[in-house]
């Protein structure tokens, strides 16, 4: 499986993305991850064939939705300087996110992109 994101920049408080993931083949289970240096990865955002989980800090604020095309997407609105990190989307087969408690672990993900990086300012 290969990703590929785009649509990462910088944006100011209060503002908005729309990052995409370009997939090379199905997998039930895709999310976003966010990595900042020096921290690990955290999940945001992920979905497991029509379901959506998000984390908490990002709850209300983001979307992940995906089309026919190949495309994973991630719209972020209200952006908070403490959303600035690269950002990653990663893919799975179903039998590895199964459960609704990890499909927010980066260990559950078997297939990554190279990163967008995502900066918000205040």
């Known amino acids: 499986v290969r990703l590929m994101e785009s649509g990462g920049g910088s944006v100011q408080s209060g503002g908005s993305l729309r990052l995409t993931c370009r997939w090379s083949v199905y997998t039930t289970c895709m999310g976003w991850f966010r990595q900042v240096p020096g921290e690990g990865r955290e999940g945001v955002a992920a979905i497991r064939g029509r379901l959506e989980f998000y984390s908490g800090p990002v709850k209300g604020r983001f979307t992940i939705s995906r089309d026919e095309y190949s495309n994973l997407f991630l719209q972020m609105d209200n952006l908070k300087p403490e959303d600035t990190a690269m950002y990653y989307c990663?893919?799975?087969?179903?039998?590895?996110?199964?459960?609704?408690?990890?499909?927010?672990?980066?260990?559950?993900?078997?297939?990554w992109g190279q990163g967008t990086q995502v900066t918000v300012s205040s």
């Open positions: 990663a893919a799975s087969h179903a039998s590895m996110c199964d459960s609704d408690t990890i499909v927010l672990r980066s260990s559950t993900y078997l297939a």
